[in-house]
């Protein structure tokens, strides 16, 4: 049987402009290729170990290169965070130039920008030799694999499941295992909610954060085993009008609008207070990240909030397998050292302690029954990375996260405006210029 990855590898999270895409034009080529089969590589290092973070996950890798440190006389990690919006920009200026890091950690979205490029040293073979190789998130595997060869490895995982209030769907009569095997069922269990527990929304969603709906939405078309992009990377096209599934998914959205099982603030929600509202229980069920949902919450409520992976329309499961890859970069001053820290990141102390910062392990084996028993939430996605996938493509960006993507605009139009068809014809062709545009 093939799995998702498989279905959609066939037919394939913050904004990159126009600037980000005139840098990395230029430094196709540039940098020498690292030798990882030199006798040594990755066991005998010494010296720095300079990486390139985004601000955004910075703790994390700070609390990882600080733990390595302690145990590494050595070899020393340097960790350099970069604002998420300059970090394509500034990584590509420094290709061009010749000056590169040892490592990158960055979204995962990213990587396809520069492996095309070969900026990336090839990996595959180290990475094949790793003894729990089948456990590393497919997912995150899948945004450093190009032409079957390897560009990386995952470090942190952030996964979007549904959660749910079970104290206040128990109200209403209801257990999460038996209503959330598909958008029907759960839609169902909405209207029940709304009559029986009128002070509370049965649902919740930042209908004007172009990236968080993305992270929630996408999953609920691919556990479909649909995708909204066709084609293999560099010759990809919109997959959106007369995709039944997109069109049922957004009408699930649009009946939630319609019916009053959203707060009014969802219209105008950026995603600033996203998860707020859940885990204040105004709201029963949240599609969200293990970090809005049970990190930021109050201990007390924590017990309460219980999650599965995202349905699809008629059934089906799916999780978007965000977070970061770490990358080694040709030219790289120490790749041995990089490499040597990548393992170590790997380790199953090092990805079994990632939720104390908000994250999670992206090793399927990191579950096990004490991470379970302390990590209750974050088992349910970890246990299932075979589920989690993310689109490979070099417009990411410029389709999902940024406030004028069509993503978005299709989302605002379907849902708030009523206009399914109209919606998605619109979408369509704006998928198409973007894919056609970037693939030049």
Not at 36 to 41: D, V
Not at 418 to 427: K, S
């Given at each position: 049987m093939l799995s998702r990855r498989a279905l959609l590898q066939g037919g394939l999270?913050?904004?990159?402009g126009g600037a980000g895409i005139t840098a990395l034009a230029g430094c196709a080529g540039t940098l020498p290729p690292t030798d990882?089969?030199?006798?040594?590589?990755g066991e005998v290092a010494t010296g720095t170990v300079t990486v390139w973070c985004r601000s955004a996950t910075q703790a994390a890798i700070q609390a990882t290169a600080a733990s390595f440190n302690e145990l590494h006389e050595d070899?020393?990690?340097?960790?350099l965070p970069i604002p998420d919006a300059q970090y394509v920009t500034k990584l590509a200026t420094s290709i061009r130039g010749g000056s590169v890091p040892d490592l990158v950690d960055f979204d995962l979205i990213n990587c396809p920008l520069f492996y095309v490029r070969e900026a990336f040293a090839d990996i595959t073979e180290l990475v094949e030799a790793l003894p729990y190789r089948d456990a590393l998130s497919a997912g995150h595997v899948g945004l450093v694999t190009h032409e079957e060869r390897i560009y990386g490895v995952p470090f942190i995982g952030d996964y979007s499941t549904l959660f749910a209030n079970t104290e206040l769907l128990g109200a209403a009569g209801f257990e999460l295992s038996e209503v959330a095997g598909s958008l029907e069922s759960l839609m169902s269990t909405c209207q029940t909610i709304k009559s029986s527990l009128p002070d509370v929304f049965p649902w919740t969603f930042p209908?004007?954060?172009s990236g968080a709906m993305g992270f929630t939405i996408q999953p609920m078309i691919?556990?479909?085993?649909?995708?909204?992009?066709?084609?293999?990377?560099?010759?990809q096209s919109g997959n959106i009008v007369g995709n039944d599934v997109v069109e049922a998914v957004l009408e699930f959205h649009r009946q939630l609008w319609v019916d009053e099982l959203v707060p009014p603030r969802s219209f105008v929600e950026?995603?600033?207070q996203w998860g707020h509202d859940y885990r204040s229980g105004e709201v029963v069920f949240f599609p969200g990240?293990?970090?809005?949902?049970v990190a930021s919450a109050d201990e007390a409520f924590r017990p309460l909030s219980q999650n599965v992976l995202l349905p699809g329309p008629e059934g089906g499961n799916a999780t978007f397998s965000g977070g970061d890859n770490m990358c080694i970069l040709n030219g790289a001053p120490n790749a041995s050292g990089a490499w040597k820290f990548m393992k170590y990141a790997l380790e199953l102390d090092v990805q079994r302690s990632l939720p104390d910062s908000g994250y999670m392990p992206i090793r399927s084996d990191s579950a096990d029954a004490e991470f379970t028993q302390k990590y209750e939430q974050a088992a349910v996605p970890v246990t299932q990375l075979d589920e989690g996938y993310v689109p490979s493509t070099l417009a990411y960006n410029l389709l999902y996260n940024q406030s004028s993507s069509p993503w978005l605009a299709m989302i605002r139009r379907a849902v708030f405006d009523?206009?399914?068809?109209?919606?998605?014809?619109?979408?369509q062709s704006e998928y198409d210029r973007i894919l056609t545009q970037t693939q030049l």
């Open positions: 999270a913050l904004g990159l990882t089969a030199a006798e040594g590589f070899l020393e990690v340097v960790v209908g004007n954060a691919w556990a479909a085993d649909t995708d909204l992009i066709t084609g293999e990377l560099g010759s950026d995603g600033a990240a293990y970090g809005s949902a009523g206009d399914v068809p109209g919606a998605m014809a619109e979408a």
